[in-house]
């Protein structure tokens, strides 16, 4: 291992090495939790973050891993410190943990620059946890590694396999339906969820702690491990090991993050027919290390990036499978030159060398290039006068009839009309229609919730109708399916042309040739926008008001306007801020 940096140059010097008055503090604080100097003095202080929380099911095991990764820490002679951060629940937070997830990213990076951190290894893996620490970790740029919690264990009720929401919508819709009875379902609840872990479908989490990994931000193979797996136990200790490395070798996310990593990482949400979620975290992660991520580069990508991972929804198995047949590593292999090979990851060595001997073992879960689940457009951003600053949709994951689809519009002007009314007898809907969601969006929710799989109207699920055509400003959960348009942009609540829609205006929808329109003149759009009227602010004070001010629209990646650094490059990323001290 080459050391770029004497002991003498670790940033923790400061607090420690030096012989004051504030550092004779932090030495005898130091000395108070029970370690002498020979434990630390001259070591690389690692900082753990830890999302572990008694509300967070997908990180019950962090209270253990947070050990190893300490073993691994002492082992290569650095002193671990755990900290504590936000747990970001996402079963658990309301109205979404989307609201908070700048929260997080703040917190990561404040924390890493307020205490003695040399580096630090980011316990995540739970929905909005891996965007927020890496967002937090790429602005402050310290050495920093990512420690996926893996997924659960397959799901099970009655011999049939569960998946991660995917199988709840499913089995709700059925219950609705009257086709399975009160106690099926309690089976079900019983049966879905069955170890720690993230969800083991190809949601947010499969697709970001994937998404990390490609970017170079764990070790290799990491993200694919199921979370009781005894391997993921023996990672989170070479996890803590290879940290201590990386504050040797200097080796910082600014070294990691290139316009070439952030697009494998985009290839990678696509092959896997990830979760569309992934796109505003892609987005606002690139903007943090001054890379200018746009729909339209994403919907590029999309047109040439075959789905290979044969994963629910899109697909057929689970993330359990995925490892048993040979993980991520196997698929980015597979990917070819679809991938750039050069880009340089966590363990020092390129993206290329760390996939070179994998191998797939089933090529049903893994796909060959030649025998795609899907050959392209894993994902489409549709444009028109209803989205003028895009909209996306996941094909794959829609009725194929419904690509290309024109119907009339039936509006709900937010969450509760549309909850109070879509089960109405009364309602004037058919199999045609187009349901629309206002005030859905990233200020008007707030925090552009997981509302985008809108529900089909009881009646029509008695006669059997499965998809419909459904847009809003919302995100959708990566374990969902249908023809959703979301994160329509700009959003309803500030005036965006989703705003302006009425009941029975004509909504067009056309996939292949990316479009979306309401078919009403320009002259009456116009008129319509003039008689809108803002609706009254959601916050008066607090995070809330801050975020409603500062937070941008979904083709931005929803992060905060003060906390990007346009077109700065990776590199001149961070650090910048001044460090009082
Ligand atoms: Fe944590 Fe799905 S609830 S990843």
Same mark, same amino acid.
Request: net charge negative.
């Given at each position: ?28 604080? *130091? ?318 060595? *390129? ?222 990323? *961070? ?7």
């Amino acid at each position: 291992m080459s050391k770029k940096k004497t002991p003498e140059e670790l940033r923790s010097h400061r607090w420690y090495g030096v012989n004051d008055l504030r550092s004779f503090g932090h030495r005898s604080r *130091t000395s108070q939790m029970g370690y002498s100097r020979e434990e630390y003095a001259g070591k690389p202080v690692i900082a753990i973050l830890n999302t572990w929380s008694d509300i967070n099911p997908c990180h019950t095991h962090f209270k253990q891993r947070v050990e190893e990764v300490k073993r691994g820490i002492w082992q290569a002679g650095g002193f671990p410190v755990e900290l504590p951060v936000q747990t970001l629940s996402e079963p658990f937070q309301k109205p979404t943990t989307m609201l908070y997830r700048n929260f997080l990213a703040m917190e990561v990076e404040e924390t890493l620059r307020s205490y003695p951190a040399d580096g630090v290894v980011l316990m995540g893996g739970c929905d909005k946890t891996t965007p927020a620490m890496l967002m937090g970790a790429i602005s402050m740029d310290l050495p920093a590694i990512f420690l996926p919690a893996g997924p659960m264990l397959r799901g099970n009720w009655n011999g049939a396999t569960l998946g991660s929401g995917s199988d709840t919508w499913k089995y709700w819709a059925d219950l609705r339906a009257g086709k399975i009875t009160e106690d099926d379902w309690k089976g079900v609840e019983g049966g879905i969820a069955r170890s720690p872990g993230h969800c083991m479908t190809m949601g947010t989490a499969s697709t970001m702690t994937s998404a990390a990994e490609a970017l170079g931000f764990t070790l290799p193979g990491f993200a694919s491990i199921p979370a009781p797996d005894s391997r993921h136990a023996q990672m989170s200790a070479r996890t803590g090991m290879r940290i201590v490395e990386m504050v040797w070798q200097d080796l910082k996310p600014s070294d990691i993050v290139t316009a070439g990593a952030v697009d494998n990482a985009v290839t990678t949400c696509l092959a896997l027919s990830g979760s569309t979620n992934a796109i505003v975290h892609m987005i606002a992660l690139a903007r943090r290390a001054g890379i200018e991520l746009t729909l339209d580069r994403y919907d590029a990508i999309s047109r040439r990036i075959p789905v290979l991972a044969n994963i629910r929804p899109t697909g057929q198995y689970l993330m359990e499978d995925f490892y048993y047949a040979g993980g991520l590593q196997a698929m980015l292999k597979e990917l070819g030159d679809l991938i750039d090979g050069t880009q340089l990851t966590v363990n020092g060595k *390129t993206l290329g060398e760390n996939i070179a001997d994998a191998r797939i073992f089933n090529d049903d879960v893994i796909r060959r290039r030649d025998n795609p689940l899907i050959p392209d457009t894993g994902l489409a951003v549709l444009r028109g006068n209803l989205a003028p600053d895009g909209a996306v949709i996941k094909p794959g994951a829609a009725e194929a009839q419904l690509h290309v689809h024109t119907g009339p519009a039936v509006v709900f002007k937010d969450y509760n009309d549309m909850a109070a009314r879509i089960d109405s007898d009364d309602l004037a809907v058919d199999a045609n229609s187009v349901i629309v969601l206002q005030h859905a969006g990233p200020i008007g929710a707030p925090g552009m919730p997981e509302w985008g799989q809108l529900p089909i109207p009881q009646k029509l699920l008695m006669q059997g109708v499965r998809d419909m055509v459904r847009i809003s400003d919302a995100r959708m959960s990566g374990t969902s399916y249908g023809a959703c348009v979301l994160h329509v942009a700009p959003e309803s609540f500030i005036g965006g042309p989703l705003a302006l829609v009425q009941d029975g205006d004509l909504i067009e929808l056309n996939v292949p040739e990316r479009k979306l329109n309401v078919l009403i003149s320009d002259e009456e759009l116009a008129r319509r926008k003039a008689a809108w009227v803002a609706p009254e602010p959601r916050f008066t004070r607090g995070y809330g008001a801050m975020h409603q001010v500062h937070v941008m629209q979904a083709d931005k990646g929803c992060d905060f306007d003060f906390m990007q650094r346009d077109g700065a490059g990776a590199g001149a990323s *961070t650090g910048g801020e001044p460090e009082i001290h």
